[in-house]
Every structure is written in C-alpha cells, then in structure tokens.
C-alpha cells in the first residue's frame, strides 16, 4: 500500500470515519511510517494555509481532512507543549482538542472541531488557538442544546414575567451572587455598591423563594445562568456568520450572472 494512502487510511480510523482493519491498527501504521503513540491530541485549522509545514513542526503529526477542516493529530502531546503549539499556531485560526489515548482520539477532534465553530472568524498577526482545556465546562453545559434550553426553562422561570432589562440585572447580581458566595463579593465582580445587591438579591428571593437555601437548587440555578448565556453568544455568532455568509453570497451572484451574460452575448 502507498504510503500517502495508508497514512489517509489511518488518519480516518483514529478519526472514527472507518473501522480499524482486522489485523488492527500495527499493520496500518506501519505502512503509513507513523507509529501511533499512546496519548494523541487533535487540531483543527480554519484554513488549510501551510498544514504540511505546520505538522512537520509539530511532530510530524498525520494530516487529514473532516467535513471541511484540515485536522492534524499531534502524537505526544507532552513534548509539544502548550507553549510550542501557541507559537506555531500563532496567527491562524485553529482550535486544540484535550489529550486522549489513542483509542479516543475522534473524541479530541470533534471538540476542537465544535470549539472552532464558537470562535471568532477574524485572524491577525495576533490571533491565538482555542484550547478545549480552556472551555471544558463550557462545553459540557453546550453538548446538548435542548437540554440546555430545558435547564434554563426548568429553574429561570420566574424571571419570565420581567421586562428584559429587570430579568438581565438580577440575572446577572444572582450569578455573579452565586459565583462570588455574598453580597459583597457579587458587589466587587458587578462594580456596584454592596446595598445594590442586596437590594436585588430581595427582588431574586421573592421570585425564588426558600429554594435558594438549597446547595443543590443554587448549582442547578448557576448551571441554567451560564447555559442560558453561552446559548445565547452561540446562537448571536450563528446569525452573524448566516448574515455574512449572505452578504458574500449576494457580492457573488452579481458577478456570476454578469459573467454568464458576457458568454450569452447578451
């Protein structure tokens, strides 16, 4: 077997888009030149702008493609360090998975790829990789959407009947509350003064109730609030990339039906 093609072939089954050959991974991986490691770690790229380049500074990783992206699976992650992959990541928009056996690797590289999906599309000289280690708990409470919109409906109910100004401020005073353990704590992270909190903190009782008391009700209610607002950012970055991908859509068709009249003589 070529070696182009086995590396291809391996590449897919640590990526879980084909089952591992019967005589199992020893065999492909020789052919392919590429022993596989215990530990593995994925990288998604935006673009695929200098993969080869890159995955010969980190390691040698095998390169390949998922729907779209360039993917490189970094072998041993702990000599490619974090340092050494933010510099030779540096300037490109790309996400990292958290370290796996390589019995997991697909379970790296589907986080990376839904980490990259949430990150901003602008690149710079400046721009830095996403790491999931970074967002793990982000993106548990994100992994299922209905269940997240179930949690929030479940415990922030009684914020409903607000205006959404009301419901915004004492949604933010009952996390920053929950996150800080007291009025003067949440006063310090809100920049406001103590007796506004706990001003607003009456308002949350008489909507909650004596739930509040509770260790488990107050975890469920900080789950729900940052549910509620990563939902939200995901969802404001879904409509401004459906609005752009339209703007660039429109610029383009002019020039298409333009180009196809020139040919029609007309």
């Known amino acids: ?3 182009a093609r086995a590396r291809q072939d391996l590449f897919d089954v640590l990526a879980g888009q084909r089952e591992a050959p019967d005589d199992g991974l020893h065999e492909l991986a020789r052919a392919a030149g590429w022993p596989v490691p215990d530990t593995l770690q994925a990288v998604v790229l935006a673009t695929p702008a200098e993969a080869p380049q890159l995955a010969a500074a980190l390691g040698h990783a095998l390169i390949g493609t998922v729907e779209g992206y360039t993917c490189l699976f970094v072998p041993d992650p702990a000599t490619q360090t974090r340092p050494r992959l933010e510099a030779a990541l540096k300037g490109r928009a790309a996400a990292v998975g958290h370290v796996v056996p390589a019995t997991d690797t697909a379970s790296s590289l589907r986080w990376a790829r839904y980490l990259l999906t ?5 690149v710079g000289p400046d721009t830095r990789p996403a790491f999931v280690d970074d967002h793990l708990s982000a993106l548990l409470l994100l992994q299922d959407e209905s269940l997240a ?3 929030t409906s479940r415990w922030l109910g009684p914020l409903e009947e607000l205006t ?8 933010v005073t009952l996390l920053a509350w929950l996150e800080g353990g ?3 704590e949440a006063a310090k992270l809100l920049h406001v003064h103590p007796q506004t909190v706990r001003y607003r903190l009456r308002q949350i009782e008489k909507l909650f109730g004596p739930v509040l008391r ?3 009700t107050r975890f469920e209610l900080e789950m729900a609030l940052r549910s509620r607002r ?3 950012h995901v969802r404001s970055y879904r409509a401004r990339a459906g609005r752009r991908a339209r703007a660039v859509a429109s610029s383009i068709r002019p020039l298409g039906m333009a180009r196809e009249a020139r040919v029609n003589g007309l």
């Open 118 to 122: 949430l990150a901003p599309g602008r």
């Open 1 to 3: 077997m070529p070696v």
């Open 164 to 171: 959404p100004r009301q419901s915004e401020r004492l949604e």
């Open 182 to 184: 007291g009025a003067p």
């Open 149 to 151: 919109d179930a949690l």
């Open 230 to 232: 990563l939902m939200a």
């Open 214 to 216: 509770d260790p488990r």
